[in-house]
């Protein structure tokens, strides 16, 4: 009656033991780490990187507990943070501009548990540590940047039409657009109605003018705001990147407010920094007219740029083109050599100059700048073969397929769509982070052991193997956290505590119902078997009318909330797995195999 199959035995132990595994990250702590990481793309993350960095610190007499070397980045890990400081200013003198050198926490995790993928946990702002930005987005400002790209691209395309006007300009939200006679305003409607969708265009008459008053469609300007925000997010994501955060937050709040926590970030200014990145890109003629002389300066009207090989380019000031006109930006590959490339698309603005510029300046090189952090590189410098028209440019030279997806990114996301304003800034020391955790930790453990003195005094065994079900959900549940990499943050760690309070009522409907078999005058193998049976109807309606208003909090709520709504369903689920099955089958091993059974401990 009591018994398990064998499969189902198994089942249980192959959980625990999984869930044993990939909770083991999480008792190994973090350690103080330096990460290096090349800016430049003809600059490599790779085993000389690794042997200059090594140098540095042997020279500054420091001595890492482990370096390692990775896809992006060189990481060097130190028994204590003055060591990881020190590390930091001395890496950062020695390597110069070219590098980033963050503060990163590496898991210590024995190798075995890595190469499983076992992880632990990541600690979110509060309790790691970090700093907290809460960033306004200026929807009038995107609105401006927008009106006054549609006053230039309305200039552009009435010159392209020849057709004749007076003037155009921009007075608040509307944009006014002069003409002497009505032919050529109705030329000029029928020109900006085709190109402009998202304008309202209207007549007025001024003395001896014909105007055209041009004011943004509410669902444009609903539109524009939208990805403002989102284009916002996308640069804030790239830009922060490079602080080699390991779980940075970066989410919208409400219409237009920005949130962006970087958990284990101490240095507030190097952040503001990083967010407040501009990276752009530019087109210009290679001056091949002039040689230049090592160590000589560059003449009037030039400037000298680095490419990707480290050897020195001579460019010209005059700017044919900017990044302001790239429409879209997207990795790919070149159709005649198969490199990987950058195609870029260029607005209407755009595509004209750079046919212009083409046309006049075939036979000649043209340099495509990136300028990033007030520094530029030549991605590339082709020779112009034809002129071309269209509006797509493609970049290429010798450049992975990673870097193509960074740099069309870069250019796609290099500068704000509006201006954004630090409304809120906090820092969390990571003593402070330290201290949640203890707390956090501590009323957990004060819990559970209140909860198993209070089941073993009142149900005997049956409380005792209650406790030892509770302890395979806390480990479940832990384990579950870890391998989907979530950020436990200190309304999680409240979830966890109110899911051990919550598990256990499972095993107390259980107990009771065993109990009123019993008095029933119930044989207590039957009496086992029914109170299983009988409460696990109760059990899994209560389960579910909880889980409903967990996926609802996960829906509806941000943030923090969102964070409790995981623990707390997750917690639902290894709870019904360990107050059933694994309670279960320590019940049917200690007292299934007893034909005659006459008394059981449970009070």
């Avoid at 200039?155 to 003037?167: D, K, M, T, V």
């Avoid at 090592?294 to 990044?323: I, Y």
């Amino acid at each position: 009656m009591n018994h398990y199959p064998l499969w189902k035995y198994l089942l249980i132990l192959a959980a625990l033991v999984l869930g044993l595994i990939y909770t083991l990250p999480n008792f190994y702590g973090e350690s103080p780490a330096v990460q290096v990481l090349p800016l430049r793309a003809n600059l490599k993350a790779d085993a000389a990187l690794m042997t200059r960095v090594g140098e540095a610190l042997k020279n500054a007499q420091l001595s890492p507990e482990a370096m390692s070397l990775d896809a992006s980045s060189v990481k060097a890990r130190f028994a204590d943070t003055d060591s990881q400081l020190k590390a930091k200013d001395i890496l950062h003198a020695q390597l110069g501009e070219d590098y980033v050198v963050a503060l990163n926490l590496l898991p210590r995790s024995p190798q075995w548990l890595s190469s499983l993928n076992a992880l632990p946990m990541y600690l979110g702002l509060d309790l790691r540590g970090g700093v907290h930005f809460l960033l306004q987005v200026d929807m009038k400002g995107a609105l401006d940047k927008a009106l006054e790209s549609a006053t230039g691209d309305m200039r552009s395309a009435l010159r392209e039409q020849n057709i004749p006007y007076a003037g155009i300009t921009r007075d608040g939200n509307a944009i006014t657009v002069r003409f002497r006679d009505a032919e050529s305003r109705s030329k000029g409607e029928a020109e900006i109605k085709q190109r402009f969708s998202g304008l309202n265009l209207n007549d007025s008459d001024k003395s001896s003018e014909f105007h055209l008053l041009a004011t943004l469609k509410p669902q444009e300007e609903t539109h524009i705001q939208e990805t403002a925000v989102q284009q916002n997010l996308i640069t804030l994501r790239n830009r922060v990147n490079e602080l080699g955060v390991a779980e940075p937050v970066i989410q919208q709040q409400g219409l237009d407010r920005i949130v962006v926590q970087l958990p284990g970030v101490q240095d507030t200014a190097r952040a503001k920094d990083i967010l407040g990145r501009t990276a752009t890109l530019e087109v210009r003629l290679v001056d091949d007219e002039r040689i230049m002389s090592a160590g000589a300066a560059a003449p009037f009207g030039t400037e000298m740029f680095k490419d990707r090989d480290g050897s020195t380019l001579l460019v010209k000031k005059a700017v044919l083109l900017t990044g302001e006109r790239i429409n879209d930006a997207q990795p790919g590959f070149d159709n005649r050599t198969n490199e990987a490339a950058v195609h870029i698309n260029l607005d209407a603005v755009g595509a004209r100059k750079f046919k212009e510029a083409t046309r006049e300046n075939v036979g000649k090189r043209m340099a495509i700048i990136l300028f990033e952090k007030g520094k530029g590189e030549v991605v590339t410098a082709p020779v112009i073969r034809e002129e071309i028209g269209g509006g797509r440019v493609q970049i290429s030279g010798k450049m992975s397929s990673e870097e193509a997806k960074d740099t069309a990114l870069l250019l796609r996301a290099g500068a704000l769509a509006a201006p954004m304003e630090i409304v809120e800034e906090r820092t969390v020391g990571p003593s402070l982070g330290a201290d949640n955790i203890a707390r956090g930790f501590h009323s957990t453990q004060i819990g559970f052991i209140a909860i198993a003195i209070f089941m073993m005094a009142y149900y005997l065994m049956f409380g005792g193997i209650s406790v030892l079900a509770l302890g395979a959900n806390l480990l479940l549940l832990v384990a579950l956290l870890s391998m989907l990499q979530a950020t436990l943050t200190l309304p999680g760690m409240a979830g966890i505590a109110l899911t051990l309070g919550m598990a256990i009522d499972s095993n107390v409907l259980i107990n009771e119902r065993i109990r009123e078999e019993l008095r029933n005058g119930v044989p207590p193998q039957t009496a086992i078997h029914a109170g299983y049976d009988n409460a696990f109807a109760t059990i899994l309606d209560s389960n579910i009318t909880t889980l409903i208003a967990g996926i609802a909090l996960f829906m509806f709520g941000s943030g923090p909330i969102r964070g409790f709504a995981v623990v707390l369903c997750l917690g639902i689920m290894t709870s019904m797995f360990s107050s059933v099955l694994v309670s279960r089958a320590m019940v049917n091993l200690i007292y299934g195999r007893k034909a005659r059974l006459n008394k059981v401990a449970i009070g």
